[in-house]
């Protein structure tokens, strides 16, 4: 196709080339130059003038591939921007005297296949960004000799298969982004020659199996993002962040360290972490958490987000080792009556979300040691009262107190909510009224007259 478009122009002259430095490029940069094209225009270059040029951005054009003999009019460009110029093919070709290429930008062009061997000019080439595009089929060779490539953007095509033999070239390799495609198998071996990865990101994939041995045999993996697909297991070694949201894993392995974890949003019952000695943030809201046994050793945890499990004990041991921890969620866990020195470490805890449990009550000395909690949740509940008359010594830095949805008498909550008011706690956003829409109310807290 794009041959015949060639041999079409070829008897064209080209004079569409025009040449703008001012406008793009900073002034210091007399390397840069901006070149627009337009559809009517010539795409086969001149090839007996050329141009000292070492970054080239085409901008507003319609150029539908890479112009003819373009590394021999710019033999020096190391830096190629064609971002929404509407290309459709590339070819072997088109990359012929590409050796001093560095940086090729393509998104936001129709790509839709990349042949094999099309790269193999372009020795030198350290990034690749042909995210946006429509390519489906990835031929094995796609990019053959590319081993001084360290960043391939290929999120948002169609891809559906990733040959098994695709990155074995590509040995300086550091960052991959497949998000936004729809490959469904990650071949055991996919990644065997890129030691030196260390972000992958597929996110929202159809991967239905992830083979353990993948990440597991990964020495520099540090971002690994597989949130939005269907596999039910993952395993890897030590990494520092995670992500695995709002998909289906019942089982998440982590044989090492972990700094992040965001698992919101599955089916995990079962979570391992070896060594939890830096990890920092473990975000496992909406899953099927029975405890917190797996990660009750994690000293130096500042943020947890557990809501929307089913622990409905909590062991004396869970949160005995974190001191650090300052945000707590352990809203709808079915939460009946924590043990009265569930928190007794938590003095650095700030934010304690207890709300939509089932708790009647709290024991007496629960929230005595939380000296600089700042906000509290404790609504939903069925409480009829709590031990306030400390609450402004004990925890000095409290700022609000959730209270809506429990059992509390008029009375009672009155003296509550009027000890709030006093010690500048705030609990609710509503208006004092005695009779909202019908209902007792506090402060707009709903309340019993008996
Ligand atoms: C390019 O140079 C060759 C040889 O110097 C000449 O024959 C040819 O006409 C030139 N082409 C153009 C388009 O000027
Ligand atoms: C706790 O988690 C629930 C449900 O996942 C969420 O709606 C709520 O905003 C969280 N609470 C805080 C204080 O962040
Ligand atoms: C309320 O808390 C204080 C101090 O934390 C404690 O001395 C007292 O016994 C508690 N009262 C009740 C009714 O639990
Ligand atoms: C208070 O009670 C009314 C009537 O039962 C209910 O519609 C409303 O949602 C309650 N408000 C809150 C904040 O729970």
Same mark, same amino acid.
């Given at each position: 196709?794009?041959?015949?478009?060639?041999?079409?122009?070829?008897?064209?002259?080209?004079?569409?080339?025009?040449?703008?430095?001012?406008?793009?490029?900073?002034?210091?940069?007399?390397?840069?130059?901006?070149?627009?094209?337009?559809?009517?225009?010539?795409?086969?270059?001149?090839?007996?003038?050329?141009?000292?040029?070492?970054?080239?951005?085409?901008?507003?054009?319609?150029?539908?591939?890479?112009?003819?003999?373009?590394?021999?009019?710019?033999?020096?460009?190391?830096?190629?921007?064609?971002?929404?110029?509407?290309?459709?093919?590339?070819?072997?070709?088109?990359?012929?005297?590409?050796?001093?290429?560095?940086?090729?930008?393509?998104?936001?062009?129709?790509?839709?296949?990349l042949?094999r061997?099309?790269?193999?000019?372009? /020795? %030198? !080439?350290? *990034? $690749? #960004? =042909? +995210?946006? @595009?429509?390519?489906?089929t990835l031929h094995p060779h796609s990019f053959h000799? &590319?081993?001084?490539?360290?960043?391939l953007?290929l999120?948002?095509?169609?891809i559906h298969t990733l040959p098994p033999i695709l990155f074995r070239d590509l040995v300086?390799l550091?960052?991959v982004?497949l998000?936004?495609n729809?490959i469904e198998i990650l071949e055991e071996n996919i990644f065997i020659a890129n030691?030196?990865l260390?972000?992958v990101?597929i996110?929202?994939n159809?991967l239905?199996v992830v083979h353990?041995s993948i990440f597991?045999s990964m /020495? %520099? !993996?540090? *971002? $690994? #993002? =597989? +949130?939005? @697909?269907?596999?039910?297991?993952?395993?890897?070694?030590?990494?520092?962040? &995670?992500?695995?949201?709002?998909?289906?894993?019942?089982?998440?392995?982590?044989?090492?360290?972990?700094?992040?974890?965001?698992?919101?949003?599955?089916?995990?019952?079962?979570?391992?972490?070896?060594?939890?000695?830096?990890?920092?943030?473990?975000?496992?809201?909406?899953?099927?958490?029975?405890?917190?046994?797996?990660?009750?050793?994690?000293?130096?945890?500042?943020?947890?987000?557990?809501?929307?499990?089913?622990?409905?004990?909590?062991?004396? !041991?869970?949160?005995?080792?974190?001191?650090?921890?300052?945000?707590?969620?352990?809203?709808?866990?079915?939460?009946?009556?924590?043990?009265?020195?569930?928190?007794?470490?938590?003095?650095?805890?700030?934010?304690?979300?207890?709300?939509?449990?089932?708790?009647?009550?709290?024991?007496?000395?629960?929230?005595?040691?939380?000296?600089?909690?700042?906000?509290?949740?404790?609504?939903?509940?069925?409480?009829?009262?709590?031990?306030?008359?400390?609450?402004?010594?004990?925890?000095?830095?409290?700022?609000?107190?959730?209270?809506?949805?429990?059992?509390?008498?008029?009375?009672? !909550?009155?003296?509550?909510?009027?000890?709030?008011?006093?010690?500048?706690?705030?609990?609710?956003?509503?208006?004092?009224?005695?009779?909202?829409?019908?209902?007792?109310?506090?402060?707009?807290?709903?309340?019993?007259?008996?």
């Amino acid at each position: 196709m794009s041959k015949i478009v060639l041999s079409f122009v070829f008897t064209m002259l080209c004079q569409g080339l025009h040449v703008d430095i001012k406008n793009m490029c900073p002034r210091s940069d007399k390397f840069c130059v901006k070149v627009k094209l337009n559809p009517s225009e010539s795409y086969e270059l001149d090839r007996n003038v050329t141009y000292p040029h070492q970054k080239v951005t085409f901008s507003g054009s319609r150029v539908y591939a890479i112009p003819g003999h373009f590394f021999f009019v710019f033999p020096n460009v190391r830096f190629l921007t064609m971002n929404r110029c509407n290309v459709r093919n590339l070819e072997e070709a088109d990359f012929m005297g590409a050796e001093n290429l560095v940086r090729l930008e393509m998104w936001k062009n129709q790509i839709r296949e990349l042949p094999r061997d099309l790269f193999s000019g372009c /020795r %030198n !080439l350290e *990034w $690749l #960004d =042909l +995210s946006s @595009n429509q390519i489906k089929t990835l031929h094995p060779h796609s990019f053959h000799g &590319l081993r001084r490539l360290r960043k391939l953007l290929l999120f948002r095509n169609q891809i559906h298969t990733l040959p098994p033999i695709l990155f074995r070239d590509l040995v300086a390799l550091e960052t991959v982004h497949l998000e936004d495609n729809r490959i469904e198998i990650l071949e055991e071996n996919i990644f065997i020659a890129n030691s030196r990865l260390g972000i992958v990101r597929i996110r929202n994939n159809r991967l239905k199996v992830v083979h353990p041995s993948i990440f597991l045999s990964m /020495r %520099n !993996l540090y *971002w $690994l #993002d =597989l +949130s939005r @697909n269907y596999f039910d297991e993952i395993q890897t070694n030590t990494l520092d962040t &995670l992500h695995i949201n709002d998909g289906m894993v019942k089982k998440c392995f982590i044989n090492g360290k972990i700094r992040n974890l965001h698992a919101d949003n599955n089916e995990i019952q079962s979570l391992y972490i070896r060594d939890l000695t830096n990890t920092q943030e473990i975000h496992i809201s909406r899953n099927k958490l029975y405890d917190l046994s797996s990660i009750h050793g994690a000293k130096h945890l500042s943020k947890l987000d557990a809501s929307q499990n089913k622990l409905g004990l909590l062991n004396s !041991l869970d949160f005995s080792q974190m001191a650090d921890l300052m945000y707590l969620n352990l809203s709808n866990t079915d939460l009946i009556l924590p043990g009265k020195n569930a928190f007794a470490r938590l003095t650095n805890l700030a934010t304690l979300d207890l709300s939509h449990n089932q708790m009647r009550e709290l024991p007496p000395d629960l929230l005595t040691p939380l000296r600089n909690l700042r906000e509290l949740h404790l609504d939903y509940n069925k409480l009829t009262q709590v031990n306030y008359s400390n609450l402004r010594d004990s925890s000095p830095a409290l700022k609000y107190l959730g209270l809506h949805g429990n059992n509390w008498r008029c009375s009672y !909550l009155r003296d509550l909510v009027e000890y709030m008011d006093r010690n500048g706690i705030s609990v609710s956003k509503g208006i004092y009224d005695d009779s909202v829409g019908g209902t007792h109310n506090v402060a707009g807290i709903n309340c019993t007259l008996l």
